[in-house]
């Protein structure tokens, strides 16, 4: 591959929300970024849920829809709206290992039956004109019905499928199987998007090597990094992109400033720690910090910020 692919910022849920998206997008790189899901439960109100997902959000970057449930029709009534709203694609959560969301029948699921997977993506598909999409993982508690869900999910009229080569027991564990978006990418006829196991440039160019898929779709290592994004596409144009700290700290400024100002103390510090937990795996200097980071109870964010800040400062700019 010469030019570079397109690239996705991943959604994850209770990392990947709308605080991290808009810190993420004052960083850009990206070329489109996934909400995290909206469930869209049995007894579901579309009206209300729907206030959550604001197309505009990451203006001019557009943000796809992503809807999570089991029911069909609701389904496509709830991707209906998200159109309304302005979606410029919606994706059909076929991924989400939570026990809670399995527990209800939806997120991985749907890859118990590719049955009820491809009615739920036709039924959406064909309620809206704009691009619906599948992002699903590589099975539930294997992968015995893969080869069933990657054709049912295409013959159901997506435009693309994202693949998490992880099964639903897998959880994030193992390492992400990327022969398996390589078996998917040879199987379908549709583009495949490769996600999983992409902490550096590296990774996302050894992917499209192994793989061939079309697009990629970054989420932890994007928490990590930030930068990640603007890495790859400085690597395509055949130039280099160094981040600096002024970069990250303004990044953080900007995470700081979309905290909800209802959030309780001990939840945006908690918030942050989130955070700095990913970014203190990104270089050697900082892994050894991030216990004591980690482990630090302040009396408020302010006072976490003033231990922590300096820490990441000496951390990020070692040499």
């Not at 992409?198 to 994007?222: F, H, P, W």
Request: a neutral charge.
């Amino acid at each position: 591959m010469t030019s570079c692919p397109h690239l996705i910022l991943a959604p994850m849920e209770g990392v990947g929300d709308r605080t991290f998206r808009k810190a993420m997008a004052s960083v850009g790189g990206f070329d489109e970024a996934v909400m995290d899901f909206l469930s869209v439960p049995k007894n579901a109100h579309i009206p209300s849920l729907s206030k959550k997902y604001q197309a505009d959000e990451l203006s001019p970057i557009p943000l796809a829809a992503q809807l999570m449930g089991s029911d069909p029709e609701l389904m496509a009534d709830m991707a209906k709206e998200m159109e309304r709203r302005g979606a410029h694609r919606i994706d059909l959560n076929c991924g989400c290992p939570s026990n809670t969301v399995t527990g209800n029948g939806a997120g991985s699921s749907l890859l118990k039956d590719p049955n009820l997977l491809h009615t739920i993506a036709k039924a959406m598909a064909n309620a809206v004109s704009v691009p619906v999409t599948v992002k699903m993982r590589s099975g539930y508690g294997d992968t015995s019905l893969f080869k069933e869900n990657l054709l049912a999910a295409e013959e159901s009229g997506i435009k693309f499928l994202t693949l998490h080569p992880r099964t639903k027991v897998d959880g994030y564990g193992p390492p992400a199987k990327w022969e398996l978006i390589a078996e998917a990418k040879s199987l379908l006829k549709i583009p495949v998007v490769g996600n999983g196991d992409i902490l550096t440039v590296e990774d996302a160019l050894n992917m499209l090597k192994q793989t061939k898929c079309d697009y990629l779709m970054i989420g932890r290592g994007s928490v990590a990094n930030p930068f990640i994004f603007h890495q790859i596409k400085a690597h395509f144009a055949g130039t280099t992109y160094t981040p600096t700290w002024e970069a990250l700290y303004n990044y953080l400024q900007v995470f700081l400033s979309e905290l909800p100002e209802e959030m309780p103390m001990r939840g945006k510090i908690n918030k942050m720690k989130q955070l700095f937990g990913f970014i203190f795996k990104s270089k050697p200097a900082l892994i050894e910090m991030r216990r004591s980071m980690l482990t630090y109870t302040p009396a408020n964010l302010t006072d976490f910020l003033d231990a922590t800040i300096p820490l990441l400062h000496k951390g990020w700019t070692a040499p």
